[in-house]
């Protein structure tokens, strides 16, 4: 169990999304919550689950032989670091051909 980002004096820093590409069941280790009010992410395949980061969040085992895949992300606001550093993974070339407009909505400032 873990928090992603805990709140600051503003609110909530991270919202967290989960979308289900498989079936979430508390079989398959579908995402916990709590530890004071445990309760499970559980959903059809194509659902989406969005929960703010400084919950308390996990996963349980996978009992089954099947798969419990899922895309995972999550928004930041704009003062918080990434988790990825996408100036260092961009070449120079890549770098240069972005708008200043595309800079900004990947926290790249004008000095990167």
């Known amino acids: 169990m873990h928090v992603d980002l805990a709140h ?3 609110g909530p820093r991270l919202v967290s999304f989960i979308y289900m590409i498989d079936t979430f069941t508390e079989n398959n280790g579908a995402t916990c919550f709590g530890p004071s009010r445990p ?19 996990g996963h349980g085992a996978n009992t089954t032989a099947l798969p419990r895949r899922s895309l995972q992300g999550a928004f930041v606001r704009r003062t918080e670091s990434p988790a990825i550093d996408f100036a260092k993974r961009m070449s120079e070339e890549t770098l240069d051909r972005l708008s200043p407009t595309a800079r900004a909505l990947l926290g790249l400032g004008s000095d990167t």
């Open 8 to 10: 600051d004096e503003y």
């Open 39 to 57: 309760a499970k992410g559980c959903g059809p395949a194509g659902s989406l689950l969005v929960f703010d980061g400084a919950v308390l969040h």
